[in-house]
């Protein structure tokens, strides 16, 4: 069985770099992980032997652009025939019934409906300010609440209740208790400046599961997968202050990803990480050259 990552317009490098490492780390051993272009989507048969179809961290109107149609209504029939979809940051945006991005901000407001409607609702970001496209300025790591109850009988291991997560413009998941087939899996630590303006809770959902028919959608606006190794830390304070996160928060990451994994019925086997050091050092640096480019 394939783990396919969407691997094509809209999606950012370095997020398939990053998603293509951590899932290797966690699902590598059973599955195939496999990238793929809109081709596939379009016009083969990859449902038959898909394991979980993933849509990475990047731009939410070029995948519109690119799976709009019939591609997206292979992608909702075989989630509802009891496939899997795992939505990061843009790919969450993406899966949800409609989007609100920058609400006001000139170039930038993005507010529309999506065809896939996973999340039955609004996904609304950016959660925290200072979102660029095509830069790490704006990137975070920031605090997120695991919901310990929800994941600890999916999990091997210990869950902490909070955790450190990369992040760089997602959003959050707007009144997920309204709906009988979500459930959170983890929310934002500290306020939103959208809440007041939105008479909203602080209490944001950032990861959710959806269940979609016989099939499961697991959306996440943070970047759980994003790793970082302490030999690759560099002379600048602020990457330096993420990455140090990143590397304190990296065995917790991967234990909620594989009780994640696990709620939405994919074989998860527990390995120990500094197995993939390697290939995580190799991500590692190509993010950390991106970063001192831009900052």
Not at 2 to 14: F, K, M, Q, R
Not at 157 to 166: A, N, Q, R, V
Request: hydrophobic share 35%; charged share 20%.
């Amino acid at each position: 069985m394939n783990v396919l990552i969407y691997n094509d317009l809209g999606a950012s490098p370095n997020a398939v770099k990053h998603t293509h490492c951590t899932l290797a780390s966690l699902l590598g051993q059973i599955y195939n992980i496999v990238q793929i272009d809109r081709k596939v989507l379009q016009s083969e048969t990859w449902e038959t032997d898909c394991a979980m179809l993933v849509m990475p961290g990047g731009r939410d109107l070029p995948y519109c652009k690119a799976l709009n149609g019939k591609p997206n209504e292979r992608i909702k029939k075989y989630v509802e025939a009891g496939g899997r979809y795992l939505g990061l940051c843009a790919g969450a945006y993406y899966a949800s019934e409609s989007i609100e991005f920058e609400k006001g901000r000139a170039l930038m407001e993005i507010i529309q409906s999506r065809e896939l409607e996973f999340y039955p609702g609004l996904c609304r970001g950016t959660t925290y300010p200072g979102f660029i496209y095509n830069s790490e300025n704006g990137a975070l790591s920031v605090t997120v609440k695991l919901e310990q109850q929800t994941l600890r009988e999916f999990s091997t291991s210990y869950i902490l209740k909070e955790i450190k997560m990369y992040y760089n413009g997602g959003g959050y998941f707007v009144h997920p208790e309204c709906y009988d087939n979500v459930t959170v899996l983890c929310r934002y630590k500290d306020p939103s400046p959208l809440c007041a303006s939105q008479d909203e809770s602080d209490d944001l959902a950032a990861a959710v599961h959806c269940r979609v028919g016989l099939g499961h959608a697991l959306l996440i606006g943070t970047h759980p997968e994003y790793n970082a190794s302490p030999m690759n830390i560099s002379s600048n304070e602020k990457i330096d202050s993420i990455f140090n996160d990143l590397i304190t928060s990296e065995n917790d990451r991967k234990r909620f990803l594989r009780a994640a994994f696990a709620r939405i019925g994919l074989k998860v086997i527990s390995t120990n990480i500094k197995d993939n050091n390697i290939i995580e050092n190799n991500v590692n640096s190509d993010l950390i050259s991106e970063l001192l480019l831009r900052i």
